[in-house]
């Protein structure tokens, strides 16, 4: 094994599993300068990873039978199930992007490298640990999530009787929502938001949850991940003026129920505006999460450009959170199909903004 001697001021350890003659040395170089980095051949990935792991970056040739045997076996094992996976390939290949996912990828990357592309990916996909402990995570976790339901309680129980939500509401949350799926990992939000028993709560959180892992995967700064946080959380803060009877319907909805049902943006965007203080982006994410870039959504049939960034992906992950969850009137889809018949969806949605999705639906699926 070769570890590195370079002094670091980051707290990150990299395994990379290599089968390369050169032994991914540019890579090695380039992941040097955000951690310590330990090399070795795919033949020596251990059984379990270190306890202080930050991730590990496979660099192998998928077109070996043998490799790629070997890696499945073991980063497909209940050990790595929490360890961020980053797969290199020799191309952007559809083919190959499947296969690296089919063998545990959380993430991929491509040559030829872009060293700072790069440092941002592994920035977003392996925290810093910085002394981070499970006891800290799981802490962190749980204020995050009761931080999150207490923000449910009003929206869906305090604002139809006359409370008022304030933005300031929001805020006393958001920082514990960030610091929950940062620091544990998006797979333990949704098994824990997931165990809810109330479905227009869990659906918030789930939508929450893979929108704050998006952004922080895309590298985003952290005020738009907060902006992102807020939006998500409220985007279905109309449904709390829906009767719960046709929320938790277990058969399909009446056409004059699906009108009802349709209501629930204009509703919170009416609500949130008379209250005052909330940012134009969360009202636009409000308003708009149903409305599909080819004009067919709803409440205004916009299309194209008259539909901002921040709406765009907040409708990927509501319809991608809609789909993998349980339903009173169906059972979920698995993540592959889910993601399937979102990319049949063509032109409704945005296809570039979802394939750069992949990566967090399929690492958490």
Known sequence: MTASTNKTSSKRRLLLASDRSDQ?????????????????????????????LSGIVVDINLRSAESVQLV???????????????????????HATMQAWALGATDTISRPFDARGILQRIRAAFPDNGGFDATDRGKALNRGVEAAHAVMVKMFERLPAGEPLKFSDIVAAETRILKAIKHSSLREWLTTVGCHHAASYRHCLFVTGFAVAFAQHLGMREDDQRRLARAALLHDVGKAFIPVALLDKPD??????????????????????????????MLDVVLHHHEFLDGTGYPNGLSGSQISDIVRLTTIVDIYAALVENRAYRLQFTHITAFSMMEEMGGKLDQQMLQAFRPVAFGNG
């Open 24 to 52: 991914s040395s540019e890579l090695a170089d380039i992941l040097r300068s955000v951690g310590e980095v330990d090399t070795i051949s795919t033949s020596e990935i251990p059984d379990t990873p270190a306890v202080d």
């Open 252 to 281: 399909d909805l009446t056409e004059d129920e699906t009108m009802e049902m349709r209501k629930h943006p204009r509703r919170g965007y009416e609500a949130l505006a008379a209250q005052g203080g909330f940012p134009p982006e």
């Open 72 to 94: 499945r076996s073991k980063l497909r094992s209940e050990a790595y199930r929490e360890v961020p996976r980053l797969f290199v390939l020799a191309d952007a290949l559809h």
